[in-house]
């Protein structure tokens, strides 16, 4: 009877837990969804140029491997968006709901892996810390540019995966064969994701070194066995087309080349623009930590960055409130790393001093398993950090380039776990400590709370940029203008947006040619006789055309200015002639 009671009152805790669970989860997406309903993040040419890809695949005409013009940075967004263009229609809205669905399935993976690893209370503490964010954080998730929300997803995925294999290491051996095979396949499953993870995106790379460190300490003899020929096989079998994309083209075209070319971790001084290491640790530190990991800015910065910038000038004039706060969250991180991270060291130095006199020998005792996995999200972020802060993005675009250490986020769980801790074990800790904890976890939850509701505050920029969009669009449809110039960041923005019906190559700021990912594009305008140039008032291609029309009045170039854009009409291609 108490048997069959506890199994009864066991399950309606399950049922509670997933109610719970997915009213969470359901209120997450439902912002979310709120939010890209009503324009928002301001989308831009990378984003349009996956909804192409998306376009493309719906339509069975190209079944990319990469995002179009690069090969690297894998194209799952973009598969995901072609069904939803299916299911529902070709729209930037459709295309950002597969971001929607990512981050739900991020959510629910988070969930479980901070439940095994600390306490299931925790977990939904933590759920509620990533419910809400600063823009930057929010936008990244919900911004379809391909990889960094995978990056996030996969971070906890491949954690999670892990976790669960060391702790269940002590099955015994003589096991069902059903059972054996489960696990076996476990394996398999870590290398595919693993696999699909690095096809995404490279930055997940200090995770997937963290977790199979994990492995390498707990379970390397299953790890030299036939379980790691099966981890290897998922790995090569998520790897494939990645492969035989690379067997297809020359080295220089190839993925490592392009993550080579990419990175900017072997970045020269002069390809940094003379900023020195001092500066760009000071920028990645005061700039990018905070944007990346919650604080929401509270001032501008004007990239790319200059060398010589004095400490305050990093920020502009007149800023140092700005600065300081960057300062207070920084420290503030600084210190919740360094405090988690003592914490464990000292209890798992402790371990092993007590198994060295006790002779133990093997693997570390089941105890210190949740500690070993604690500490490597956090070294994962450090190591994460570390790499973006010897790269030229550093350097050069310190706030654009903050979703490169989206990764780090998954760390959240173990820097807040000593505070949660503190509150917790009223009798164990003085209240001066239980009041800091307080303070500092409070203070958390407020800094996210404001950034979610600062993003309600940008909707009018990101509207206004989609209606003066739609605007030129409905004036070029009109004048059954089809074929036409413009900058990158323009052009694809409006082949998506008008479904195809406009195309348009790119020209630079010295009307050279730019970069066109989708070439198909470039060759349609080139192919026209007319020469017709549209780009963005006060624009340097628009001074330098108006150089070029001044110096040839022969050409008669007819000139018309629609939602800040200038648009150029002339009965020949002109931008070449000197």
């Keep these: 009877m108490k048997k069959a009671a506890f199994l009864q009152s066991n399950h309606l805790n399950k049922r509670k837990e997933y109610l719970f669970l997915f009213l969470f989860t359901l209120f997450a997406c ?21 909804g192409l890809m998306a376009l493309h695949i719906e339509q069975g005409r190209d079944f990319p491997i990469f995002f179009y013009g690069q090969g690297y940075m894998g194209t799952l967004q973009a598969y995901l968006g072609s ?15 597969g971001l929607i669905l990512i981050f739900a399935v991020f959510f629910v993976t988070i969930y479980f892996l901070v ?50 294999m060391i702790l269940q290491r002590d099955i015994p051996d003589q ?51 036939r379980a790691g020929l099966l981890l290897i096989g998922g790995l090569l079998l998520a790897l494939l087309p990645t492969i035989i994309y690379n067997l297809s083209v020359p080295f220089s ?28 640790f000071l920028q990645a530190l005061l700039i990018t930590l905070p944007d990346a990991t919650g604080l929401s800015p509270v001032c501008n910065i004007h990239e790319p960055m200059h060398a010589g910038h004095a400490f305050f000038e990093i920020f502009g004039p007149q800023q140092q409130i700005c600065a300081l706060s960057s300062i207070g969250w920084a420290t503030g991180y600084i210190a919740l790393v360094l405090l988690a991270s003592l914490q464990l060291v000292r209890v798992l130095l402790s371990s092993y001093r007590h198994r ?32 973006y802060v010897v790269s030229a993005p550093a350097a050069l675009n310190p706030r654009t380039t903050a979703r490169y250490l989206s990764g780090m986020l998954i760390a959240i769980p173990a820097l807040v776990w000593p505070l949660w801790q503190s509150i917790l074990h009223i009798n164990k800790i003085s209240w001066q400590k239980r009041i800091i904890a307080v303070g500092l976890l409070l203070s958390a ?27 030129l669009i409905d004036f070029l449809s009109q004048h059954k203008i089809t074929r036409f110039y413009t900058d990158y960041w323009t052009c694809n923005n409006l082949i998506f947006q008008s479904h195809e019906q406009l195309l348009c190559a790119n020209l630079d700021e010295q009307l050279q040619t730019g970069l066109d990912r989708y070439l198909p594009y470039r060759d349609a305008v080139k192919d026209q006789l007319q020469g017709i140039y549209i780009f963005k008032v006060h624009s340097q291609q628009t001074i330098a055309l108006d150089e070029k029309v001044t ?17 150029y009409q002339a009965p020949t291609q002109f931008h070449m002639l000197t």
């Design 445 to 471: 939850f407020l800094l996210f709370f404001k950034g979610t509701a600062d993003i309600f505050t940008q909707f009018d920029t990101s509207q206004a940029m989609i209606s003066q969009q739609q605007t």
């Design 253 to 280: 075209q190839g993925t490592l080349a392009a993550y080579v070319g990419s990175s900017g971790y072997a970045a020269t001084t002069t390809t940094k623009g003379g900023i020195t290491f001092a500066q760009q």
């Design 30 to 50: 439902l912002l979310r969804l709120f939010l890209i309903l009503h324009d928002w993040p301001s989308t831009n040419a990378d984003e349009a140029t996956m």
């Design 356 to 387: 060295s006199r006790t002779k133990f020998a093997g693997v570390p005792p089941h105890e210190n398993t949740l500690y070993w996995i604690r500490l490597m999200l956090i070294v994962s972020a450090v190591i994460t950090f570390t790499l």
């Design 175 to 225: 096991q069902p064969n059903h059972l054996r095979w489960r696990r076996l396949l476990h394996w398999g499953v870590v290398g595919f994701f693993i696999g699909i993870a690095i096809y995404s995106d490279i930055l997940i790379l200090p995770t997937l070194l963290c977790s199979t460190l994990l492995l390498y300490i707990f379970m390397h003899g299953e790890l030299f066995s």
């Design 551 to 567: 110096h040839h009045p022969e050409i008669h170039v007819k000139r018309t200015v629609i939602a800040n854009y200038v648009i």
């Design 83 to 97: 069904i939803l263009f299916h299911l529902f229609c070709t729209s930037l809205y459709a295309l950002r709901v």
């Design 115 to 164: 439940k095994i690893v600390y306490s299931r209370s925790f977990a939904f503490l933590c759920l509620l810390l990533y419910t809400l964010g600063s823009a930057n954080i929010i936008g990244t998730q919900l911004f379809a540019n391909g990889g960094y929300a995978e990056t996030l997803l996969f971070s906890a995925l491949i954690f999670l995966l892990v976790a669960q």
